[in-house]
């Protein structure tokens, strides 16, 4: 199985970025996938989640309102588009897959991540 992310970068404050996970290896029928950030010093946290469907969808509350995950199965491939960002924002971002179906579940596979840096 291979998670490749892409679409990270240099942004100033206010501004957006759409990220994308490509996965790729193996079917991802039933499995809900998400992304993770880890900022510099800190742990590792949970943005957002979306289960097969897409139907459903779970967000940390710092991103609510501003970022949104969605997914195109057709291509296995997952986006987070992230508006009005903030500098606290910056991080390193991974996609990750719940082979369980649940994005409170455990994690199968990360991503080797991309950088997002917000400047303000």
């Known amino acids: 199985v291979e998670l490749v992310e892409s679409g990270g970068g240099l942004v100033q404050a206010g501004g957006s970025l759409r990220l994308s996970c490509a996965a790729s290896?193996?079917?991802?029928?039933?499995?809900?996938m998400g992304w993770f950030r880890q900022a510099p010093a800190k742990e590792r946290e949970f943005v957002a989640g979306i289960n097969w469907t897409g139907g459903s969808t779970d967000y940390a509350d710092s991103v609510k309102g501003r970022f949104t995950i969605s997914r195109d199965n057709a291509n296995n491939t997952i986006f987070l588009q992230m508006n009005s960002l903030k500098p606290e924002d910056t991080a390193v971002y991974f996609c990750?897959?719940?082979?369980?179906?649940?994005?409170?579940?455990?994690?199968?596979?990360w991503g080797q991540g991309t950088q997002v840096t917000v400047s303000s």
């Open positions: 990750v897959v719940y082979y369980s179906g649940s994005y409170y579940g455990p994690i199968d596979y």
């Open positions: 290896g193996r079917t991802f029928s039933s499995s809900a």
